[in-house]
């Protein structure tokens, strides 16, 4: 690992990112009602007021994809991260040893 990411990794505080990949997994986004836009604001709510430029794509239903930009030092290096909100529906819940969305953390580890 170079000397700049071991310094980046050393800046992580391991519990906030549980903290936040927990909440991600409690809210409930299946398909086919989806419902990303449950998940849009909570990752909203996790910068500072007007820190990103932000544009939701409102698909109606509570569905939406959501593309924000967060200002960088360079305008020559880029970052692009895509990803899916939404989830397949649960097969089997009840044979499930954990809820699936109950983000138990014995399982994150």
């Keep these: 690992m170079s000397t700049k990411m071991h310094f980046l990794a050393e ?9 936040i990949l927990r909440q991600m997994i409690r ?20 910068f500072p007021e007007n820190s990103l430029k932000v544009k939701i794509i409102e698909h109606g239903s509570n569905r939406a994809s959501l593309v924000a930009t967060l200002p960088g030092l360079s305008n020559k290096e ?4 895509v990803g899916h909100m939404d989830t397949f529906s649960i097969i089997g819940e009840d044979e499930w040893l954990h809820p699936p969305f109950a983000a138990d953390r014995s399982r994150l580890l």
């Design 27 to 46: 809210i409930r986004t299946l398909l086919p009602r989806g419902d990303e836009l449950d998940m849009i604001k909570y990752i909203l709510s996790l």
């Design 78 to 81: 880029k970052i692009a991260m």
């Design 11 to 19: 800046q992580v505080n391991t519990n906030e990112v549980l903290a």
